[in-house]
């Protein structure tokens, strides 16, 4: 198993990282533009394998010729956030980067999965699709992942329970109209919705869709990385141990959830091959409006970049 990593900012050296740490590859690649970051990360890394007795090889350059024959392409490349800058901000910097690794890294790795990081996430997902020229199972975005992680993490705070009691799922797009399905979310079955007044779930919503936002604000330089690293890594580890895990994340759609030739947040069932099957949740008319507006937000980013 070959794991490339695009980008060896925060997000993918953290991911590469926690990919050395839990022995999930053979070979790890980082690849950036940077001299000598790449390198440098990759043998500090590499040094700490011996600590936690890791057999994986890591190991970066700046040409991306190195990364050859891999399984799965993790594309973090792109401008981070700062704060007062949306993801819509980074709109057409980030397209232009990923565009141009896209084409690179799929000639050298034909047979590849790629999960995408790189924020507008939604619309990012969508630029490495019909610039991999790739099936849809194999070009997949880390946002639900991340979202839903987020929405877990909000719950438990309000309960004081342990988190892996705690089940959510978040759809729709990576920013501002996320949707989660609260309805959905439940603390060792018994629905959240019996366990919490409406007004703090309202506030628990609010806070998940600004997740990362808020970091930018504490951070002032920089935006998250633990938990993108973190949720990328999980759908690496889904990927490679052929776990056919539901997870939601973005996949281009044609005709699911009532929508077609674009990416958004659904429910995938992830396996060695990516996506196996989209998984349909039924929907009520207030879930359906609100997928449908985080999807016609996703259309104008598209439309902005003439997709």
Same mark, same amino acid.
Do not use: W
């Given at each position: =198993?070959?794991?490339?990593?695009?980008?060896?900012?925060?997000?993918?050296?953290?991911?590469?990282?926690?990919?050395?740490?839990?022995?999930?590859?053979?070979?790890?690649?980082?690849?950036?533009?940077?001299?000598?970051?790449?390198?440098?990360?990759?043998?500090?890394?590499?040094? #700490? /394998?011996?600590?936690?007795? #890791?057999?994986? &090889?890591?190991?970066?350059?700046?040409?991306?010729?190195? #990364? #050859?024959?891999?399984?799965?392409?993790?594309?973090?490349?792109?401008?981070?956030?700062?704060?007062?800058? /949306?993801?819509?901000?980074?709109?057409?910097?980030?397209?232009?980067?990923?565009?141009?690794?896209?084409?690179?890294?799929?000639?050298?790795?034909?047979?590849?999965?790629?999960?995408?990081?790189?924020?507008? !996430?939604?619309?990012?997902?969508?630029?490495?699709?019909?610039?991999?020229?790739?099936?849809?199972?194999?070009?997949?975005?880390?946002?639900?992942?991340?979202?839903?992680?987020?929405?877990?993490?909000?719950?438990?705070?309000?309960?004081?329970?342990?988190?892996?009691?705690?089940?959510?799922?978040?759809?729709?797009?990576?920013?501002?109209?996320?949707?989660?399905?609260?309805?959905?979310?439940?603390?060792?079955?018994?629905?959240?919705?019996?366990?919490?007044?409406?007004? &703090?779930?309202?506030?628990?919503?609010? @806070?998940?869709?600004?997740?990362?936002?808020?970091?930018?604000?504490?951070?002032?330089?920089?935006?998250?990385?633990?938990?993108?690293?973190?949720?990328?890594?999980?759908?690496?580890?889904?990927?490679?141990?052929? &776990?056919?895990?539901? =997870?939601?994340?973005?996949?281009? !759609?044609?005709?699911?959830?009532?929508?077609?030739?674009?990416?958004?947040?659904?429910?995938?069932?992830?396996?060695?091959?990516?996506?196996?099957?989209?998984?349909?949740?039924?929907?009520?008319?207030?879930?359906?409006?609100?997928?449908?507006?985080?999807?016609?937000?996703? @259309?104008?980013?598209?439309?902005?970049?003439?997709?």
């Amino acid at each position: =198993m070959k794991i490339t990593i695009i980008g060896a900012g925060n997000v993918g050296a953290t991911a590469a990282q926690i990919i050395v740490d839990k022995n999930l590859a053979n070979e790890v690649f980082i690849y950036d533009v940077i001299e000598g970051i790449p390198q440098g990360k990759a043998l500090d890394i590499y040094q #700490s /394998s011996a600590i936690q007795n #890791s057999d994986t &090889r890591i190991y970066g350059a700046n040409n991306m010729e190195p #990364s #050859s024959n891999s399984d799965i392409i993790v594309m973090t490349a792109g401008m981070a956030r700062k704060p007062g800058m /949306s993801r819509d901000d980074l709109l057409n910097i980030n397209a232009d980067i990923i565009r141009k690794v896209t084409e690179e890294a799929v000639k050298y790795s034909p047979n590849s999965i790629l999960l995408v990081v790189t924020n507008p !996430l939604d619309v990012m997902t969508y630029v490495a699709f019909i610039n991999s020229h790739f099936p849809r199972n194999r070009v997949i975005g880390m946002s639900g992942v991340l979202d839903t992680a987020r929405l877990k993490a909000f719950i438990c705070g309000e309960l004081y329970v342990s988190i892996g009691n705690i089940h959510a799922i978040v759809l729709g797009g990576h920013g501002d109209t996320m949707v989660p399905l609260t309805r959905f979310a439940t603390v060792a079955g018994v629905p959240v919705t019996d366990l919490l007044p409406q007004h &703090r779930i309202d506030a628990i919503i609010e @806070r998940t869709r600004n997740g990362g936002a808020e970091i930018v604000k504490h951070l002032k330089t920089g935006s998250a990385y633990y938990a993108p690293a973190a949720a990328v890594v999980q759908m690496i580890d889904t990927i490679v141990k052929n &776990r056919h895990r539901i =997870m939601s994340c973005c996949v281009y !759609l044609t005709g699911e959830y009532g929508h077609n030739h674009v990416c958004l947040g659904v429910p995938i069932k992830l396996g060695r091959q990516g996506m196996e099957e989209i998984v349909q949740i039924k929907l009520n008319d207030e879930e359906k409006a609100a997928f449908d507006k985080s999807a016609d937000a996703v @259309r104008e980013q598209m439309a902005a970049l003439k997709l």
